[in-house]
């Protein structure tokens, strides 16, 4: 089983940059395509952006492209989210996830997940 842990919310205001943490359990976390999701007071989850298992790809929501990356460090079982250029509507609560059986393909469309962190509150004020 997997366990999922994601530290670094906070508030910050607009324009300003928060990065967020995502530290996983697991002997085989560089197999693992990662994904990470938002959800705003609300709303429903969204999809933010994923990497690959081995940190070679990432995709990303059209909202968050450009201002947003995806990174991680496979010899600490740690994927990172930076976030800049941050606006109101990113606020919410950021989620990471595995997806350990699926294509890249659909992990890519925010698909395919398994297990689920319990989510960092990320607020940022106008």
């Known amino acids: 089983q997997v366990q999922l842990e994601e530290s670094g919310g906070g508030l910050v205001q607009a324009g300003g940059s928060l990065r967020l943490s995502c530290a996983a359990s697991?002997?085989?976390?560089?197999?693992?395509?990662m994904g990470w999701f938002r959800q705003a007071p609300g709303k429903e989850r969204e999809f933010v952006g994923a990497i690959s298992g081995s940190g070679d790809s990432t995709s990303y929501a059209d909202s968050v492209k450009g201002r947003f990356t995806i990174s991680r460090d496979n010899t600490k079982n740690t994927m990172y989210l930076q976030m800049n250029s941050l606006k109101p509507e990113d606020t919410g609560v950021y989620y990471c996830?595995?997806?350990?059986?699926?294509?890249?393909?659909?992990?890519?469309?925010?698909?395919?997940?398994?297990?689920w962190g319990k989510g960092t509150l990320v607020t940022v004020s106008s």
């Open positions: 996830a595995t997806a350990r059986g699926s294509l890249w393909r659909s992990v890519a469309a925010g698909r395919g997940m398994d297990y």
């Open positions: 697991g002997r085989t976390f560089s197999g693992y395509h």
